[in-house]
């Protein structure tokens, strides 16, 4: 009897082993299916975005995760970044290129071959995956395009090799990346690495046909309908049925500080921060007490340097930067001309190299470099003016501000006694003997004491102290 109990329970583990995954209904599993996207440049915020959302995902243990992609490229950095929250979630992660008329280009198509199950919508493409970052085309690689013998056109005697060892290095690693990435999901590695050499791009059904994604789909719920049922490996090793028809799909959109940290690491602003805040403090030492050009200063400052930490930045260009800021600050004190035209000069070159990038989306526009300039300079010609007229006025304060005010004498003695001018009194010398209550001149002052003289006729007409 307990050799046949046995039996009995060595065959229905048996039959549950082997048998085939039945994925439940929307309302059996109870798991929602979320979307997060990505439209426009990746950046820090967008990285920071897809991992908050993955992590929210696995908290509220979701079905799937659809990444809708509409994106021309961007950050290197910030695509390693969510290449590895990808590979690393715990949610099997659907990319999709949508909607009609999107594009998954550069950085978009490592993240689509990156995700456990590819689609596009019609109308759509994806490539041109050259890595830019360090500048442009890459010179001088082999073109490796099939001739009609289905040979490649290489000529290792006639190619030169890439001129530019830096550019070579950052397309090999990129080319190890998507291949990885391809192996991984078995999908069309040698395609992923022409994209990468060539920036060959393919539309939706020649990217279906080439093994380049996994299928093509309307709409977001024709997608979860087309792939309910199949079986992906998410992080750890485990096996996942999809059960994802009739599902409704909930939108993860991005937080108010995921919206502001994508206003401020935008090159231009960051850039324009920098220089508020530069000139904030500037203002602020030369006239103490305003507070207002401080505080503001003091923020615009920690904002943008804060943004410059997320970019990629070449530190010799901010220094330049400063220098030239500090070069036209020193101008507008004391003027010079050299340290003017020296401080244009460092400003603009310091501009020109500032950002090492050339991603889609990351590019410092010239308008605002050359509005910026602009702004400072015509500051310091309006400064400069007004110390020239101020140069040339007569002097307000001090000694010289003394010269040709009435006073009234107090006491004299011989050549020497007291006079009353300027709402005080004053030990005053002049040549001449001088009577109490007579009103006088101050011809100028020595050592805290008054020169002091008659009027002459034209200052006695005017009259008053």
């Known amino acids: 009897m307990k050799m046949a109990q046995a039996a009995l329970v060595a065959a ?106 590819a689609a ?20 001088g690689l082999p073109d490796s395009t099939p001739d009609k013998d289905g040979k490649d056109k290489k ?16 397309t090999n690693d990129a080319v190890a990346l998507i291949r990885s990435l391809a192996e991984l999901r078995g999908r069309n590695a040698d395609w992923a690495e022409k994209a990468v050499r060539d920036a060959a791009s393919l539309s939706a059904s020649s990217a279906l046909q080439a093994n380049v994604i996994d299928l093509i789909a309307r709409s977001p719920a024709e997608l979860l309908e087309q792939i309910t049922g199949r079986t992906v490996e998410v992080a750890g090793g485990d096996i996942r049925q999809l059960a994802t028809k009739g599902l409704t799909i909930e939108r993860l959109d991005p937080g108010w500080l995921i919206r502001f940290l994508s206003v401020i690491t935008d090159p231009n602003v960051a850039f324009i921060l920098l220089i508020v805040g530069i000139y904030g403090l500037i203002f602020e030492f030369s006239t103490p007490g305003a507070i207002a050009p401080g505080v503001v200063g003091t923020i615009s400052l920690l904002l943008g340097l804060y943004a410059l930490n997320m970019l990629p930045i070449n530190y010799a260009g901010l220094a330049l930067m400063l220098l030239g800021i500090a070069f036209l600050a020193v101008e ?55 110390l020239w007229r101020a140069r040339r006025n007569p002097a307000r304060v001090g000694g010289q501000a003394m010269r040709g005010l009435p006073a009234e004498v107090l006491d004299w003695s011989g050549s020497e006694g007291h006079v009353f001018t300027h709402g005080e009194r004053w030990q005053a010398h002049g040549a001449e003997a001088l009577t109490p209550g007579e009103v006088v001149e101050v011809a100028g002052i020595k050592d805290l004491t008054l020169v002091v003289r008659r009027r002459s006729e034209r200052t006695v007409s005017e009259g008053g102290v």
């Open 332 to 386: 507008t004190f004391n003027p010079t001309v050299v340290l003017g035209l020296g401080g244009i000069a460092a400003f603009l070159l310091g501009a020109a190299m500032l950002f090492k990038i050339q991603a889609p989306g990351y590019q410092l526009s010239w308008t605002v470099v050359i509005i910026a300039m602009a702004m400072i300079v015509s500051m310091t010609v309006v400064v400069l003016g007004s």
């Open 12 to 117: 229905i583990a048996a039959a549950v082993q082997f048998a085939p995954l039945t994925p439940l209904s929307a309302e059996e599993g109870g798991r929602p299916a979320l979307m997060i996207e990505i439209d426009g440049a990746i950046g820090p915020a967008t990285a920071r975005y897809v991992k908050e959302a993955l992590t929210t995902a696995g908290e509220r243990r979701a079905e799937v995760v659809v990444l809708r992609l509409n994106t021309p490229g961007g950050l290197a950095t910030s695509m390693r970044e969510i290449i590895a929250d990808v590979l690393g979630s715990s949610v099997p992660v659907i990319g999709y290129v949508a909607p009609a008329g999107a594009h998954a280009a550069s950085a978009g198509t490592y993240i689509l071959y990156a995700t456990h199950i």
């Open 155 to 170: 000529d290792d005697a006639k190619q030169p090799a890439p001129k530019d060892a830096m550019t070579a290095k950052a």
């Open 120 to 139: 596009m919508a019609p109308g759509t493409n994806l490539g041109a995956a050259t890595p830019v970052q360090i500048g442009g085309p890459l010179p």
